[in-house]
């Protein structure tokens, strides 16, 4: 297939093609765990599921696709996706991350590979100097995620790209809020995507999934080792759902970024709102950069209330009728969700109040409903 079409038509036809036997237009689920071989290593490409099954296959080929890289990697979950990550490095490594991150990021570096003698510096990474006086001998890997989660930072992937080709680090980029419709980091110089698939590319609150696009074939064979040696696979029927998804991806996050502008303003004028958290406002420290690298600013925001506690907070949360009070993002149905006490629970109070995540943050996945729908629920939940 052409490497220069648009966006839309990659979603659509990448990596996918009508079934040879049937000449079914959607990839089948070929739910199988293995597959009869003519004679001892005689086969047709496929051996066993945990390695390869033809409908992980075709997800994995169209993701790569959309992220104009060479290969792609599906994983049971994002985290998943990361321990496979990480796994690249050995005792005595050590990786630089942004200071404000998902928090089962910050758990699985934290909790489980510092254990195992990999060492972690969090930074903040809207000034790449910070990042660079923080590179040694030792330092293997930069850890990226833009923008932030829940505060809406925006990293300068070319920028940081520069310190880690200038040092032979390898730059890891969690693109899972931009989605490859908004920003695509090998692009700009990185050298792995890492998505919680699970969100937007899934976009349906059904899936748990992970994956990472390489460009380059020896780390892609690295990672596929693990891949396959650690077993972190997804089966194909989650596999099958990510491709039906992935098919409306643009027609989603363009609803999803009109309803977020939307909603960001309404909130920016609101009279109980203290401070809004996104990057299409032009006094958003990363605005330039985003107006740069990222082609719209997406449906994630995040907000504090004048009203700074966590009991001001439960009692907005309490009152959305539209908005659900859940874990995750990136579904059609608009999510709500408290960082502090949710999905950054993981992370020390004092770490988290350094970066501005107070107890009254909330956390908006704005969906693909109607925004003057969702505006309205917004504007009744702040009522006191």
């Not at 630089?96 to 990999?118: E, H, P």
């Not at 990042?131 to 990293?155: F, R, S």
């Amino acid at each position: 297939m052409k490497n220069n079409l648009k966006f839309g038509t990659k979603a659509i036809h990448a990596g996918v093609s009508p079934d040879p036997s049937t000449g079914a237009i959607m990839t089948p689920i070929f739910q199988t765990s293995t597959y009869v071989q003519a004679s001892p290593g005689q086969h047709k490409g496929f051996e066993y599921s945990r390695t390869q099954n033809p409908t992980r296959q075709a997800l994995e080929q169209n993701i790569a696709a959309l992220e104009n890289g060479k290969y792609g990697l599906a994983f049971a979950s994002g985290l998943a996706a990361i321990d496979a990550i990480i796994k690249l490095l050995k005792p005595g490594d050590e990786v630089i991350s942004t200071n404000d991150l998902y928090g089962g990021s910050y758990r699985i570096f934290t909790k489980v590979f510092q254990d195992f003698g990999i060492r972690f510096h969090f930074t903040g990474m809207n000034n790449p100097n910070e990042v660079k006086n923080l590179v040694n001998g030792n330092t293997k890997l930069i850890w990226a995620e833009t923008p932030t989660n829940p505060m809406m930072n925006v990293i300068d992937i070319a920028a940081i790209s520069e310190i880690a080709k200038a040092h032979n680090i390898l730059l890891a980029v969690d693109n899972t809020f931009a989605t490859p419709y908004l920003q695509n980091p090998l692009d700009l110089g990185a050298d792995i995507v890492m998505h919680s698939v699970t969100k937007y590319l899934g976009g349906h609150s059904d899936v748990i999934m992970g994956a990472i696009v390489v460009n380059d074939e020896s780390l892609y064979e690295r990672l596929a080792f693990l891949q396959n040696s650690c077993g972190g696979v997804p089966g194909p029927q989650d596999a099958f759902l990510v491709l039906r998804g992935i098919k409306t991806l643009h027609l989603r996050m363009d609803r999803h970024c009109k309803n977020g502008e939307q909603i960001a303003r309404f909130l920016a004028g609101h009279n109980r709102v203290d401070k809004v958290y996104w990057p299409g406002f032009k006094d958003h420290p990363g605005y330039e950069i985003a107006t740069r690298q990222m082609r719209n600013y997406g449906g994630m925001i995040s907000f504090t209330l004048k009203d700074d506690s966590q009991e001001s907070a439960f009692k907005v949360l309490e009152k959305f009728r539209l908005f659900s009070l859940a874990e995750s993002l990136g579904g059609v149905e608009s999510l709500c969700g408290h960082p502090a006490s949710m999905t950054h629970a993981a992370i020390p109070k004092e770490g988290r109040l350094k970066v501005g995540l107070k107890d009254s943050l909330i956390r908006l996945s704005v969906g693909v409903e109607d925004g003057d729908d969702l505006v309205d629920d917004i504007s009744q939940a702040l009522q006191k």
